[in-house]
């Protein structure tokens, strides 16, 4: 009789087994689209069999086993992150690139090539009425310019504060998910692989916001570190982060912007900690690029050091010359000189010249009635000590802030190529590898890396071939 | 056929192998070797006569150039990815130091002559 119970109770822990991986079959299937699923494996565990001591042997159903594989995961959440860092640079950047319009036929360059034009014009006709007339219009313009970019740059420092405000609470909202995560496992409610496929897709979406470390313990709970160092969340408690608007040291030029600073739980800036995702992203542009343009507390930035040399150097020249009167001339351009991050916004006509105070006679000796006039018409290529910005004419200088912009966005736009590619790779060989065996991941990973190795070579071959020949169109 | 259609048509080709990287797949990677070696093909036999406007041509090289380090960058990621991978997957994970740990294994018997 025992035999028949033995065959019977096999049977029924088979069954039982069969209709466990049945329902994590069916679980699969259920699951096929959600977020940061992955596929579950039914086990079944061998059991003891030994008829000389009554133990009957079947199948018990074991531990569902997750195809998940981290380092896969982790793959695609650095590759995602560094997406995101360079899609949010290129983005931000696009917004300041119309100012330092390369064709030079917008923006500051044009209004500077065409007041330069005026001049010229001028000491070609130093009596014309309009001549003169025209040098204060194209003042104006560049003025008007100067203004305008300022502004847009002020425009562009507002969205991104805001901008960086939102994903720091987003950040912060994602990272209390894990945490009430963490707190499922810890009561035992964990262990779901539903749960698992929405704390991977909260991974996920956290690695496009900053670059974030998860680290799964042995308790079944993840540690979430923002920039491998700085703790977001440790099993149940959460450490939320916060962004902070002030200068690290006494400002030199007051009423800059202040640089912006993300602080951790306990106040500590943590800034240099992220350098990954959007945040990243953001605040390479908020605290890297605007303040090397627009200027911050410590520096005055590119567009003010132009504006500044320009209306310094017109304003110096005019005044050592003599209008038609005899009267020593009038400065042409006023602006705010108690802050030198401050120049390009308040950069306008003075409001006291006319076209008639304007001084082209150079008293010399020996005088030269169109002295001054000329030596504004060649301001912008002059390279006399006194003209410069560090050594270049000043539209030479104009000229590099056009190019350093230009490459920044063109290093974001090529970064963001290469990274949206890595991200598609990286997803492409997580789903070619789930869902078999540990052996044959093994095997089909190490004939795709020497796949790719070979194309790799082969890719290093063309480009010397390329160098090749472009040494010899050179 | 002249430099600048060597280079155009080598920029497509490259561009065709860099979206089938994104498929791994061995047979996808066979295609992907085969698409180089006609490119290898095509600017071996690249020589004097095939230069129409330096300048224009220089243009084009430069931007094929361009072109083939992006796709190295994206070869050599996805070799990278594997690699991990296959360190990680026969291993136990990495130390504090980033050094793969290897699987404990029973001592066995050897032979030895």
């Known amino acids: 009789m025992s035999g028949l119970f033995a065959n019977l109770n096999t049977s029924a822990t088979a069954l039982k087994a069969f209709e466990r991986s049945l329902e994590i079959a069916q679980n699969n299937v259920a699951n096929a689209s959600t977020a940061g699923y992955a596929k579950q494996l039914p086990t079944l565990d ?19 086993l997750s195809t998940r594989d981290e380092y896969l995961e982790q793959a695609v959440r650095y590759q995602t992150s560094v997406l995101s860092n360079f899609q949010t640079q290129a983005r931000a950047l696009s917004g300041i690139e119309p100012i330092f319009d390369v064709t030079g036929q917008t923006g500051i360059v044009a209004a500077l090539n065409s007041v330069f034009q005026s001049f010229s014009a001028w000491s070609a006709n130093p009596d014309s009425a309009a001549a003169r007339q025209d040098v ?13 970019a300022a502004a847009v740059l002020s425009g562009v420092t507002s969205n991104i504060n805001n901008k960086i405000d939102t994903t720091v609470d987003q950040i912060n909202s994602l990272a209390a998910q894990v945490r009430d995560y963490n707190l499922k496992q810890s009561q035992g409610t964990g262990g779901d692989a539903g749960l698992d496929a929405h704390l991977h897709d909260t991974l996920e979406t956290l690695s496009g916001l900053a670059s974030v470390t998860a680290r799964f313990e042995d308790d079944g709970s993840v540690t979430l570190l923002l920039g491998g160092q700085t703790p977001l969340v440790i099993g149940a408690r959460q450490y939320a982060l916060a962004s902070g608007y002030f200068n690290s040291s006494t400002p030199v030029n007051p009423n800059a912007p202040p640089a912006v600073h993300i602080l951790d739980a306990s106040g500590q800036d943590v800034t240099d900690q992220v350098s990954g995702g959007m945040l990243g992203g953001l605040l390479t542009v908020r605290d890297s690029v605007l303040p090397s343009l627009q200027g911050d507390g410590q520096q005055a930035g590119a567009l003010n050091i132009i504006a500044k040399q320009v209306a310094d150097r017109v304003n110096q020249l005019l005044a050592s010359g003599k209008d038609p009167a005899g009267n020593a001339g009038l400065p042409l351009f006023t602006y705010d000189a108690s802050s030198a991050a401050n ?72 970064g963001q190529t290469i990274a949206q590619q890595s991200v598609a790779q990286a997803k492409a060989v997580r789903t070619q590898v789930s869902g078999v065996s540990l052996d044959e991941e093994a095997v089909r990973i190490m004939e795709l890396q020497r796949g790719y190795q070979a194309i790799s070579k082969m890719i290093s071959v063309i480009n010397g071939l390329t160098d090749t020949l472009i040494s010899m169109v050179s | 056929m002249t430099l600048k259609q060597r280079c155009q048509a080598g920029e497509a080709k490259l561009d065709q192998v860099s979206a089938a990287l994104l498929d791994p797949r061995p047979e996808v990677l066979d295609r992907c070797e085969a698409d180089l070696e006609e490119i290898i093909a095509m600017l ?15 243009a084009d090289l430069l931007r094929l150039r361009n072109r083939i380090r992006l796709l190295a960058l994206q070869a050599q990621q996805a070799t990278n990815l594997c690699q991990g991978w296959a360190q990680l997957g026969l291993t136990e994970g990495y130390t504090d130091q980033g050094r793969p740990v290897l699987a404990p294994s029973e001592p066995q018997a050897s032979y030895e002559v």
């Open chain 1, 343 to 414: 120049t390009a916004r308040s950069l306008a006509i003075n409001p006291n010249v006319t076209a008639d105070t304007l001084a082209a006679l150079d008293p010399g000796p020996p005088q030269v009635v169109n002295g001054i006039a000329m030596a504004l018409a060649g301001l912008g290529d002059s390279h006399a000590p006194a003209d410069t910005i560090g050594g270049k004419s000043i539209l030479e200088f104009l000229n590099a802030q056009t190019q350093i912009v230009g490459q920044q966005v063109a290093d974001a736009t090529a």
């Open chain 1, 136 to 148: 204060l219009s194209k003042a104006q313009d560049v003025g008007a310019s100067f203004q305008q």
């Open chain 1, 46 to 64: 061998a059991l003891p069999f030994s008829p000389m001591t009554g133990l009957p042997g079947g199948v018990r159903a074991g531990d569902p």
């Open chain 2, 44 to 58: 071996e036999t690249g020589d004097a006569e095939s230069i129409v406007d330096p300048s224009a041509d220089k």
